[in-house]
């Protein structure tokens, strides 16, 4: 099984939708994650960290459910902008991604 | 520009020639990391340094890879004897040394062709 995994999608939804992803992960010992975003042949850059208390920032949202051992990220309201591939990792020396999520917003 | 950088930005390589890619990590980083990104999949880890010292190397990491940080700043990934299989963008990223795993910045890494 892989340490992460999630649905690749691709997402597609129209402007000012709501949309959230999933993202599984099978090491219990993992208490914090990273979610990366990652625009078309450019590199991954932080979104924002996820602790066992979640985060917001603005239109997203992140929590962390450690008895499920998943991580899940909202977007509101969402942008043309926000059309990417969104990668969770745990939060750990070496990184491991998984696929990673395709969302494609739509005017 | 201060962030992390790469060079050259793309290489277009016969089967069987060496490549060396070589990463400017931000200046006052002393980790440094190495990963490959193909297509469809997320960056896979390769190698790590603290300063000049290679930490963990992945099993993906054959014996045709070899990365140096010879005086803790840039780094340089050598792939010796290309493979088609080799094909693939190199991402180096970067992160300061302090407690706790922060936030890795990445290069605009170096896409790699083998013909």
């Known amino acids: 099984r892989k340490e992460v995994e999630q649905d690749p999608g691709p997402f597609n939804v129209p402007e000012g939708a709501t949309v959230a992803f999933n993202c599984t992960y099978s090491n219990s010992a993992s208490q914090s994650f990273f979610w990366y975003r990652q625009d078309c042949r450019k590199e991954p850059k932080l979104l924002m960290s996820v602790y066992s208390s979640g985060n917001e920032d603005g239109r997203f949202t992140a929590q962390l459910n450690r008895a499920s051992q998943y991580i899940s990220l909202l977007i509101r309201d969402s942008k043309l902008s926000d059309s990417a591939t969104y990668l969770c990792?745990?939060?750990?020396?070496?990184?491991?991604f998984g696929k990673g999520t395709t969302l494609s917003v739509s005017s | 520009d201060t962030g992390v950088s790469q060079d050259p930005r793309h290489k277009i390589t016969k089967r069987g020639q060496n490549v060396t890619f070589r990463c400017d990590p931000i200046s006052e980083h002393n980790r440094l990391y190495w990963y490959r990104q193909t297509l469809g999949q997320g960056p896979e880890f390769l190698t790590y340094f603290q300063n000049e010292a290679q930490l963990e190397k992945s099993r993906l990491l054959s014996d045709r890879f070899s990365a140096e940080r010879p005086k803790g700043s840039f780094s340089t990934l050598e792939i010796q004897r290309t493979e088609q299989g080799d094909s693939a963008m190199y991402l180096c990223?970067?992160?300061?040394?302090?407690?706790?795993?922060?936030?890795?910045?990445f290069g605009p890494g170096t896409r790699l062709t083998v013909l």
């Open positions: 990223a970067s992160r300061p040394g302090t407690s706790g795993y922060n936030e890795q910045f």
């Open positions: 990792v745990p939060r750990r020396a070496a990184l491991i």
